[in-house]
């Protein structure tokens, strides 16, 4: 079956870097867009980043451009997610999903905190 | 950006009784290909979100038939037949037609 499992997350501070990875399983990864949606505690879900399913093509939350970087490794079957410049709003489980949203990961959570 | 506004943002709704989300959209989400773009999310408590509809009114795999979408345009709804205990949880529309992809606030399904 299809296994998205996302890992990377943690407690940072403010103005620190993070990298996120997903590791998908069960899919032709090189065939597929990938997503990143994340939600702080208690709140909706946000639309964070996409990468085409060949890399070509990266598109990016207006609130988060120039700070996190969507990419990807088809080789490894993982898209990955470097956010840099972390602020503590940055708080929230991330998770990957694949395009069209059919299949998503568990989650990690990113903690940024003093 | 297209903004998704659902009702209502909480729905009390006793075993077996129906349930309607609606879902606008600020802009049509017809994409430049013919389709609409229009999908129903379900967050049950501590777990990630899960596709129940996509493209307006197409079941995913392995979801009920109780659970069925209708709209076009800028107007969604998502329709649970009767409802059991297992709905309970957080519903979502989402436009993936343009970018930046955007999410309703989420309606909460509760069992009266």
């Known amino acids: 079956q299809v296994q998205l499992v996302e890992s990377g997350g943690g407690v940072v501070q403010p103005g620190r870097s993070l990298r996120l990875s997903c590791a998908v399983s069960?899919?032709?990864?090189?065939?597929?867009?990938m997503h990143w949606v994340r939600q702080a505690p208690g709140k909706g879900l946000e639309w964070v980043a996409v990468?085409?399913?060949?890399?070509?093509?990266?598109n990016y939350a207006d609130s988060l451009k120039g700070r996190f970087t969507i990419s990807r490794d088809n080789s490894k079957n993982t898209v990955y997610l470097q956010m840099d410049s972390l602020r503590v709003e940055d708080t929230a489980v991330y998770y990957c999903?694949?395009?069209?949203?059919?299949?998503w990961g568990q989650g990690t959570l990113v903690t940024v905190s003093s | 950006d297209i903004v998704m506004t659902q009702t209502p943002l909480s729905s009390l709704v006793a075993l077996g009784q129906p349930a309607s989300i609606s879902c606008t959209s600020s802009?049509?989400?017809?994409?430049?290909?013919?389709?609409?773009?229009l999908s129903w999310l379900q967050q049950r408590p501590g777990q990630p979100p899960r596709l129940l509809i996509y493209?307006?009114?197409n079941r995913f795999s392995g979801v009920p038939d109780r659970f069925s979408g209708s709209g076009a345009g800028t107007d969604f709804t998502l329709k649970i037949s009767r409802v059991e205990a297992e709905d309970v949880g957080l519903y979502y529309c989402?436009?993936?037609?343009?970018?930046?992809?955007?999410f309703g606030q989420g309606t909460k399904l509760e069992i009266k």
């Open positions: 999903a694949s395009d069209l949203f059919p299949y």
């Open positions: 069960g899919l032709t990864f090189s065939s597929h867009a």
């Open positions: 990468i085409s399913y060949d890399g070509s093509n990266k």
């Open positions: 802009q049509s989400l017809v994409h430049s290909d013919g389709n609409t773009y």
């Open positions: 493209k307006i009114s």
């Open positions: 989402t436009q993936t037609t343009q970018f930046p992809h955007t």
